[in-house]
């Protein structure tokens, strides 16, 4: 995201499903020869997607057009696997998702390792479809699977002290390449404040389109927080920690004056390289005004009341 100026979508980077496979074909090969230590031997098909069993209709769904499958699987950032929009879709299958755990630890009164299969277990899966809007101007609709996360908070009981909410992907250089270099500080993290964290509309996603969630998209198990630029939403999840003081995330280490804390999806508030008051839709033409907390701004803005937006960014 700081590396290249972002630039609109052109049509050739969202390639059609058969050019697709046939090239992701290719650079598997290629990925074989320059990279094959990754590889450990295992399959390099990238797997299966189970169906899942979920509820429709949430109330919080958007009534909007969603992104095509494909270009929500094709177009991704994941620097884990490259800082290339296309790479986490080629090279994401090398992540081992099972077996899973989380810790969960902090201000909390049952901190513990747990595997991922034990939490869900507890947690009725549902759609919530959202948009998503990048930091770099372009932004989609997706129908993720999942289940609040204030549910999971509760069932853990952070105590009194926990005032925030610290997530942190894998690290696992050896299948995530990405993490060789050292483009980010490893492993990601991010962070959001108790009540943003409790908010109806925040969710841990385990899928998308009603399936469990490609790697490339997080799985096995992700973040989803549509009000706010995409990068908050973390991916591949192995630690929820609960914290006094407001955790560090990952972009506001690597470019402070570029990415604040908070991070609302905020149209008046320009990134210093560029102005975020448009968007493009991925699979339309003309671009959209972006709206005042992605468009969630009923739902959202009383958690934000006296702050000054500017300021926190
Ligand atoms: N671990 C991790 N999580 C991440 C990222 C990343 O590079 N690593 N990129 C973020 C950014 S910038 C965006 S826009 C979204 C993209 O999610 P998607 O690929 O499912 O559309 O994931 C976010 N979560
Ligand atoms: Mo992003």
Redesign the pocket.
């Given at each position: 995201?700081l590396i290249k100026k972002p630039d609109d979508i052109k049509p050739s980077e969202i390639t059609a499903e058969s050019v697709y496979l046939r090239r992701r074909e290719f650079m598997q090969l290629a990925a074989g020869l320059a990279l094959t230590p990754f590889i450990g031997g295992g399959s390099v098909e990238a797997k299966t997607l189970q169906s899942l069993k979920f509820r429709t209709g949430s109330a919080y769904s958007s009534k909007e057009a969603m992104t095509d499958f494909e270009s929500?699987a094709t177009?991704?950032?994941?620097?884990?696997f490259g800082t290339d929009k296309t790479s986490?879709a080629k090279y994401a299958h090398l992540l081992t998702t099972s077996p899973w755990s989380i810790v969960i630890d902090g201000e909390v009164s049952k901190p513990g390792k747990y595997n991922l299969e034990d939490i869900l277990k507890q947690h009725a899966l549902e759609e919530r479809i959202y948009r998503?809007r990048?930091?770099?101007r372009w932004s989609?609709v997706?129908p993720w699977i999942g289940f609040p996360l204030a549910d999971l908070i509760k069932r853990f009981s952070p105590t009194s002290k926990a005032k925030y909410v610290a997530f942190e992907?894998l690290h696992r250089p050896e299948e995530m390449f990405g993490q060789q270099r050292s483009v980010?500080n490893w492993?990601?993290v991010?962070g959001l404040r108790m009540d943003e964290a409790m908010h109806p509309l925040t969710i841990l996603a385990v899928g998308l389109y009603g399936k469990e969630m490609p790697n490339?998209?997080?799985a096995p198990i992700?973040l989803v927080v549509p009000w706010k630029?995409?990068?908050?939403?973390?991916?591949?999840i192995v630690r929820i920690s609960f914290t006094e003081k407001q955790p560090p995330t990952?972009?506001n280490i690597s470019a402070p004056s570029e990415y604040g804390f908070y991070s609302n999806v905020n149209p008046q508030v320009d990134h210093p390289r560029w102005s975020q008051r448009k968007e493009r839709r991925i699979g339309e033409f003309l671009r959209r005004d972006t709206l005042m907390y992605n468009g969630y701004a009923e739902q959202v803005a009383d958690l934000y009341k006296g702050m000054d937006l500017k300021k926190h960014f």
């Open positions: 995201m929500i177009y991704n950032n994941f620097y884990e986490p998503l990048c930091v770099e989609m997706v992907t980010l492993p990601y991010e490339q998209n997080g992700r630029y995409g990068f908050k939403s973390i991916k591949s990952s972009w």
